[in-house]
Structures are given as structure tokens and as C-alpha cells.
């Protein structure tokens, strides 16, 4: 029930985002110019679908890794993947020294996880288990499809909010050229907005599904906690440098202010420990596996 309640509940976020890409389209040209939008939200996406996954492994100079290069990690990868009744992704190593993961792939056939140094080298066998049974029900749920239709549309609004704004859009709307910079000015916000919840909204999801694939909620919230302490102290270069990117990581990669919070792409990490510990019966304790100390992943 609770998975059915999320997938509508995205399904009218994505809807709604459409909705505001298509009034801004309205605002830009009238209807030629919601029309163009819609053309253009579809060779968008279109390109996306097609191409995201090799310019997110590209941009983070992602290295393949196979049975001989990664043993431990490529075998964890694939006993993980019979038991969520996936085919085997591709496994890649992103050369980078904060801990963290994302996937990729426009569908669970043409699907990829890929892992920092950082966390194969800070991270126990079980925790590195309990992220990649994390980004596993992300290529499940389709997730990684989901956020990239999400993050083209959020960019595609922003770019016609601008060209209304410096333009001038279409005045003979309603609200004339007040109408204009209104919505100028608040649509992409409200396109973040979106974004946002969609994105919080799966990494629940996620951790949910993860707990289920690896039968071990500790696994993955004491990952999360040594994620988020380290992510404090341990900069993602490429990550500040692509900030649209953020939403696909397990956890939020940046550095940010005191609004930080407010605006990320990610739920409070304090939370998601607190729905894995209550899914364990552990409410309150500590979320510790038993093996501690670094994994054997070299």
C-alpha cells in the first residue's frame, strides 16, 4: 500500500511539473509557444533517456570494474542483484575520496551502480552491502529514469522562465506583463520544489527496498551514518562543480549553508536511520553491524 501511495504520489508531482513547464510555455509564446515546450520536452527527454547515463559516468570519470579488476565488490554486486530478481548492472569505480554511490541506466536492462573509492576503502563488507541494495531498487523502481525526466524538465523551465523574463514572454496573457515576470521569477522555484519531493520521495523508497534486498536494515543505516559524517569532512570536487547531479548520489554530496537543509535533494539522514532502525524492531539503538572496521575491497 505504502509503495502504491508513492508511485501516485510521483506520478502527480511529474504531472504537475509538466503542467508548469507547459504554462510556462503558455507565457513564453502563447499557444505556439506551449506547444514548442511540449516539442521540446520531449526531444529533451528523448536525448536524456537515450544518453544520461554515459555523460553522468563520463563526467565523474567512471572506470568499469569486472570480476578480475573488483572481485569482492562485482560478486557482491551480482548476489545482490539475483536476490532483487534484477539482471547484472554494470559495476563502475568512480576515483573520488568521499564515500558515496549512484546509479544509472534508462532501464534495469541497461543499468549501472557505480561506487567512490572512498567507500570501498571506509566502508565494512555489509555496509558497501546495504548501499548497493540501495541503488539496486533505484534501478528496480526505475528511479534513475524517474530523476532524469525530473531533472531535464526542472532545467527546460528554468531556461524558458529566463528567456520570458529577459524577453518579455507573451503579454496578452491574463496578467499581462505582471504575469510575465511572476511566473518568471516563481517558476523555477516551484520546478525545484517539485523536484525535490519527487527526489525525497524515492530515497525513502530506496532505503525501504534496500532493507528488503540485503534483509538487514543496520546494514545500510550505519552506512548512512558514516556517509553523512564523512561527507562533513570530505569534499566531492565534480559533485560542486555539477550540482544537478546531487540528487542521484545515496547522499547528498554537497556542501551547503545554513538553508542547506531546506533545499536539498536528499531527506535529513537522521530520518532515513530512523525508518531503517524502526524496520529492524531497533528503534533508538545503535545502528551497527557486526563486522566493523574497513572492508577487504582493495
Known amino acids: 500500500m505504502n509503495a502504491l501511495l508513492n508511485y501516485s504520489r510521483t506520478a502527480l508531482l511529474l504531472a504537475a511539473l509538466t503542467g508548469l513547464f507547459l504554462a510556462v510555455g503558455y507565457l513564453v509564446g502563447g499557444e505556439t509557444g506551449m506547444g514548442i515546450a511540449f516539442l521540446f520536452a520531449l526531444a529533451t527527454n528523448a536525448f536524456a533517456y537515450w544518453n544520461a547515463d554515459k555523460m553522468l559516468l563520463s563526467l565523474y570519470h567512471a572506470r568499469e570494474a569486472d570480476e578480475r579488476s573488483a572481485g569482492a565488490l562485482y560478486g557482491t554486486v ?23 554511490a549512484f546509479a544509472t541506466g534508462r532501464n534495469p536492462e541497461h543499468a549501472a551502480v557505480a561506487v567512490t573509492t572512498g567507500l570501498i576503502q571506509s566502508l565494512t563488507m555489509e555496509q558497501v552491502a546495504g ?22 524538465i ?28 511572476l ?3 516563481l517558476a523555477p522555484i516551484g520546478a525545484m520544489l517539485v523536484q525535490l519531493a519527487i527526489s525525497r520521495g524515492r530515497e525513502y523508497e530506496a532505503d525501504r527496498g534496500g532493507a528488503e534486498i540485503s534483509g538487514q536494515p543496520l546494514w545500510l543505516a550505519a552506512a548512512l551514518a558514516r556517509l553523512e559524517a564523512a561527507k562533513q569532512v570530505v569534499r ?27 533545499f536539498s535533494t536528499h531527506p535529513a539522514t537522521e530520518d532515513r536511520i530512523a525508518r531503517l532502525r ?17 572492508g577487504p575491497w582493495g
Open 236 to 262: 566531492n570536487p565534480e559533485a560542486e562543480r555539477n550540482p544537478a547531479t546531487a540528487h542521484l548520489f545515496i547522499v547528498n554530496p554537497l556542501h551547503g549553508g545554513p538553508l542547506a537543509g531546506l
Open 78 to 100: 551480482r548476489t545482490l542483484a539475483q536476490r532483487a530478481g534484477l539482471p547484472m548492472p554494470r559495476v563502475y569505480i568512480v576515483d573520488n575520496p568521499q564515500p558515496n
Open 131 to 152: 548501499v548497493l541494495s540501495h541503488e539496486l531498487t533505484h534501478i528496480k523502481n526505475r528511479d534513475t529514469l524517474i530523476m532524469t525526466v525530473t531533472a531535464t
Open 183 to 185: 511566473v518568471a521569477l
Open 278 to 294: 524502526a524496520m529492524a524492531g531497533t528503534a533508538g539503538g545503535e545502528a551497527r553491524p557486526a563486522q566493523t572496521g574497513r
Open 154 to 181: 526542472a532545467g527546460a523551465i528554468s531556461m524558458l522562465a529566463n528567456f520570458a523574463f529577459f524577453f518579455g514572454g507573451n503579454r496578452n496573457n491574463p496578467l499581462g506583463i505582471f504575469g510575465v515576470i
